[in-house]
């Protein structure tokens, strides 16, 4: 089987503004690709830029897609290894991106399998449920939206923080006493803190049953998180700090966190996040699969690789619940409450709405 062409949509999807300690997204950055074979045969692929996280843009994105694509013709889409080795020889990072091609890869070689991708990892269907998310708002806002969502069946809520400290242990102390004691609740700071506040807030904090906080302080100060690690009484995940599984070695062998979160935007798709998800549970460090505002395209396949990883055992998979005001996706994952579940169609089992992609730009390389 040999690469033939791909096609590449900006998978722009509009959404109600989403607000985190970076910045505030008022679109899906995303983009979408489908890499086409002589076999008769496409996998779909895509990633979501964040770009005050990740540092890439939709554009850079749709840049190095079509760079990638050139790349990639004639060769084997089965050695996905080798592959995503061709991609890495002349990009560094564009993790982002990468993803995408990494996800297309990995449909085409299920399909070509006749499995389910989380079969053709290796894994079986569990019971999976997802958090939601609330961003930063004034504490009375953020209350109001725990009480909606735990009107709605939620028992898992993530705290989005990251601003003034002394608002956000407010934002959190409203919260709690809006659901009360069996709702959990996670902390997400998206390195919005300093390490004295950091240590502060989640000291203010401990009396409130909080799961976790993630990623309290930027990644320059990763040499201060195995001190904030010993000293915090709530445990610490790493996100941001964690890309690859370099940096999982790393985070593990300092002691600097409890967790660790895997997100294909930053590990650059199901190849590395195996790699990611092996060495933690070699150390015994639970993981949680996270994602950017991706549609239930990517949504499916980070929860096909959760399906197939046992030490994953924290899902923050709602992001088209976070306020896109289109779901342009037929077939994937689908929602039952805050329950998921995907399709036992070959690869993926999503794809993109036709009519919904006649109004994006295109390019075939």
């Known amino acids: 089987m040999k690469i033939t062409h791909t096609e590449i949509y900006r998978f722009s999807i509009p959404m109600e503004p989403f607000v985190i300690a970076t910045g505030t997204m008022h679109f899906a950055q995303n983009v979408l690709i489908r890499i086409y074979t002589d076999a008769s045969m496409y996998g779909v692929g895509e990633c979501s830029a964040f770009p005050m996280i990740v540092g890439e843009t939709q554009e850079t ?11 990639l013709i004639g060769k084997d889409p089965l050695d996905i290894p080798e592959r995503m080795n061709d991609l890495l020889g ?11 091609f990494d996800m297309a890869l990995f449909d085409i070689a299920a ?26 708002d004034t504490p009375e806002n953020m209350a109001l939206s725990a009480i909606k969502y735990q009107n709605q069946g939620c028992r898992i809520i993530k705290i989005k923080l990251g601003k003034k400290i ?4 407010e934002r959190v102390k ?7 004691e069996t709702m959990v609740l996670r902390l997400d700071a998206n390195q919005g803190w300093s390490f004295d506040d950091a240590l502060f807030a989640l000291g203010e904090l401990e009396s409130l049953n909080i799961e976790f906080c993630e990623q309290p302080m930027r990644t320059w100060y990763d040499d201060k998180l195995p001190e904030l690690n010993l000293n915090s009484p709530i445990k610490i995940m790493a996100d941001e700090s964690c890309y690859n599984h370099h940096d999982a070695r790393k985070l593990i062998n300092s002691q600097s966190c409890e967790y660790l979160n895997i997100k294909f935007s930053k590990s650059g798709g199901i190849l590395e996040a195996q790699k990611i998800h092996e060495i933690a549970l070699q ?5 949680m699969i996270g994602s950017m505002l991706e549609s239930r395209i990517a949504l499916s396949a980070n929860l096909h690789f959760a399906l197939a ?3 994953v055992v924290f899902f923050d998979l709602d ?11 037929l077939g994937g994952l689908t929602y039952d409450g805050y329950f998921l579940d995907v399709p036992d169609t070959p690869g993926i089992g999503a794809d993109a709405d036709p009519h919904f992609l006649l109004s994006c730009d295109k390019w075939v390389v």
């Open 111 to 136: 399909k070509n399998a006749n499995l389910p991708l989380y079969q053709f990892l290796g894994g079986k269907k569990r019971s999976i449920e997802t958090d939601m998310t609330i961003g930063i």
């Open 166 to 169: 002394h608002e956000d242990i």
């Open 309 to 311: 990883s046992a030490n």
């Open 283 to 287: 150390s015994g460090i639970k993981c």
């Open 174 to 180: 409203q919260i709690r006493k809006a659901v009360g």
């Open 61 to 71: 994105c749709l840049t190095m897609a079509q760079d990638f694509a050139k790349i």
């Open 90 to 100: 002349y990009a560094a990072h564009n993790s982002t991106i990468k993803s995408a």
């Open 319 to 329: 992001t088209c619940l976070l306020g896109h005001l289109a779901d342009p996706v």
